[in-house]
């Protein structure tokens, strides 16, 4: 079985103005990479149940933020997150990559699966859409995998350079998942430090200064590592940012493109024999076009190779 990429149209019709980071041409600059290989199935989204946004997010803000597109120009959610008329599909859309990624994988149309979508999710909390995002991505398939397929043991690795207080926020009080975030501390949005234990001892953050280096990357690592062994996960998440790499303009990790060959395949090696292989990625940041699209295809090498 191969690897899935699911992607869509509409991430590319999702305008968030000149000069914004969170780009159209983020998702087009790892397209024109993968869409080289020929070792890869591409699929579209599927639609994410109600019950599934619910769940995710308050029923209130899900409803308010499907009336908050604007019918023409620009609207900012929040002082980062802007949205344009052809936003709500690529917002439902990259939730709903998700669900066809699942849906593939358990029904072994494909082995796993990397959710080439925009905007990114981890910085959307229950209540509020925040830092580019809309929707938890990542939290969204959490839900689904426990609702119809039954899995107890959930965990999303979120090497994003910024801490993803969205994905904590709606999984902290979710006994079937294990949220394990590495990130750049002090900086956006705050938070993420070990105290952020969620309300059933199930998170790990892990803090990390600014020029953190490969080395010491790794070495930081070995902890999300350990525990994973140790939680035994039956299905893994990645949070896939790719904005620790040291060309990054909005952060300040020391990273390079074949360390996130490294990073997933660390973690598919402690975690396949718990998992079966199962395993969704789903992009979250990265703004140097060219370190981005380098990184989204190491990133997939990996997936590749644990076929």
């Known amino acids: ?27 087009i600059a790892i397209k024109e990479k993968l869409k080289k290989r020929k070792d890869l199935i591409w699929d579209k989204p599927d639609n994410v149940p109600d019950d599934i946004l619910s769940m995710t997010h308050s029923k209130d803000y899900i ?13 900012f959610l929040d002082g980062d997150t ?36 925009r905007p ?14 809309c929707i938890s991505n990542a939290g969204v398939a959490t839900n689904y995998l426990v609702t119809k397929y039954k899995y107890k043991r959930i965990a999303c690795v979120d090497f ?8 904590y926020d709606v999984m902290r009080n979710n006994k079937n998942s294990l949220y394990i975030s590495t ?7 705050g938070g993420g430090t070990d105290k952020d234990k969620g309300d059933f001892n199930n998170s790990l953050n892990i ?40 060309d990054d303009p909005l952060a300040q990790f020391q990273l390079s493109s074949k360390d996130f060959y490294e990073i997933t395949k660390r973690t598919l090696a402690a975690t396949n024999k718990f998992t079966a292989g199962k395993v ?20 997939v090498n990996a997936l590749v190779e644990f076929n």
């Open 160 to 167: 994003d350079v910024h801490w993803g207080n969205g994905n």
């Open 280 to 299: 969704v990625s789903i992009l979250e940041g990265g703004y140097d076009l060219n370190a981005l699209a380098e990184s989204a295809n190491e990133h």
């Open 183 to 189: 990130h750049q501390y002090p900086f956006y949005p």
């Open 120 to 133: 990114p999710g981890h910085h959307a909390e229950k209540n509020k859409a925040m830092g580019f995002c």
């Open 63 to 75: 409803n308010n933020l499907k009336d908050s597109f604007p019918q023409k120009g620009l609207k």
């Open 82 to 117: 802007v949205v344009s008329p052809e936003s709500k599909k690529a917002v439902f859309d990259a939730a709903g990559s998700t669900i066809r990624a699942i849906d593939g994988i358990e029904s072994n149309q494909f082995k796993n699966a990397f959710c080439l979508a």
């Open 1 to 27: 079985m191969k690897t899935a990429i699911i992607n869509s149209d509409s991430y590319e019709k999702h305008k968030t103005g000149d000069g914004h980071p969170e780009q159209p041409k983020r998702v």
């Open 207 to 246: 803090p990390l200064p600014a020029g953190t280096n490969s080395e010491e990357y790794f070495n930081a690592f070995d902890r999300v590592l350990e525990r994973l062994v140790q939680y035994k996960p039956d299905f893994l998440i990645f949070s896939a940012g790719f904005d620790a790499h040291k």
